[in-house]
């Protein structure tokens, strides 16, 4: 597993991208109500907020 370095800033922003492994697939875009669920299910968890989310069908891109 990659050994990520995270800053520790209250009030920090980050911009992430996430790539599905198989870039030919469309599960994203397939399953979209499926991913807002997991987004409310973990915000309900921790705390953190979404300024902006681009979701693509095989990646998405948040900050």
Known sequence: MTNYRRAFIPGATY?????????????????????????????QRHHFVIDAMVVLPNHNHAT
């Open 15 to 43: 911009f992430f991208t996430v790539n599905l492994a198989d870039r030919r697939a469309t599960l994203l875009v397939d399953h979209i109500d499926l991913l807002r669920e997991a987004i409310r299910y973990t915000r």
